[in-house]
T-cell receptor, first 113, second 110 residues
Framework: DTAVSQTPKYLVTQMGNDKSIKCEQN?????MYWYKQDSKKFLKIMFS???????INETVPNRFSPKSPDKAHLNLHINSLELGDSAVYFC????????????FGPGTRLTVL | AQSVAQPEDQVNVAEGNPLTVKCTYS??????LFWYVQYPNRGLQFLLK??????LVKGSYGFEAEFNKSQTSFHLKKPSALVSDSALYFC????????FGAGTTVTVRA
């Protein structure tokens, strides 16, 4: 069983479109995250949710809207896609607190044309 | 503000030789430090962490890391590298969020 899964794995779309990426974890964790990895492999946190509540929002454009229907799911919806949104997006989860390691999904490679 | 730095973009070693990947950090309080590895087209995998206690931390796949408070470093080491260790390695620091270094690409040649 995959611990943290994301769908889709690849997403190719046109500028201006709206798209969603789904994430699910079956580890029973209470905190979930979205990260963006750019073409230079830099990793940066975008959002963090704890028990369905937003706790970190790292100055991400409001075209990006995370939604957590329950503790096991954290989806990312992106409106009006731009060329600069092209990246790999990773979902992760952990038990709350900074001492616990995070478990990452396989990533979603988003390409905006 | 917290930060981590990985001073080397690339590390190349021969199989069987020791491998070291460097990491330095800056934080105002106690550091929670992590190492992750990313294989091509895969997500990140946790290797090890330092929270408190013994300065030498042992992790997955034969890796270990030494926490040095005076030098603010947390270098990753493996006594004998394998070709399969070739990957991208990230050091990370957790204050209220996980901040990653820029990554070090390790190439182990046969």
């Amino acid at each position: 069983d995959t611990a943290v899964s994301q769908t889709p794995k690849y997403l190719v779309t046109q500028m201006g479109n709206d798209k969603s990426i789904k994430c699910e974890q079956n580890l029973g964790h209470d905190t979930m995250y979205w990260y963006k990895q750019d073409s230079k492999k830099f990793l940066k946190i975008m959002f963090s949710y704890n028990n369905k509540e937003l706790i970190i929002n790292e100055t991400v454009p409001n075209r990006f809207s995370p939604k957590s229907p329950d503790k096991a799911h954290l989806n990312l919806h992106i409106n009006s896609l731009e060329l600069g949104d092209s990246a790999v997006y990773f979902c992760a989860s952990s038990q709350e607190s900074g001492v616990n390691e995070q478990f990452f999904g396989p990533g979603t490679r988003l390409t905006v044309l | 503000a917290q930060s981590v730095a990985q001073p080397e973009d690339q590390v190349n070693v021969a199989e069987g030789n020791p491998l070291t990947v460097k990491c330095t950090y800056s934080v105002s309080g106690n550091p929670y430090l992590f190492w992750y590895v990313q294989y091509p087209n895969r997500g990140l995998q946790f290797l090890l962490k330092y929270i408190t206690g013994d300065n030498l931390v042992k992790g997955s796949y034969g890796f270990e890391a030494e926490f040095n408070k005076s030098q603010t470093s947390f270098h990753l080491k493996k006594p004998s590298a394998l070709v399969s260790d070739s990957a991208l390695y990230f050091c990370a620091l957790n204050d209220y969020k996980l901040s990653f270094g820029a990554g070090t690409t390790v190439t182990v040649r046969a």
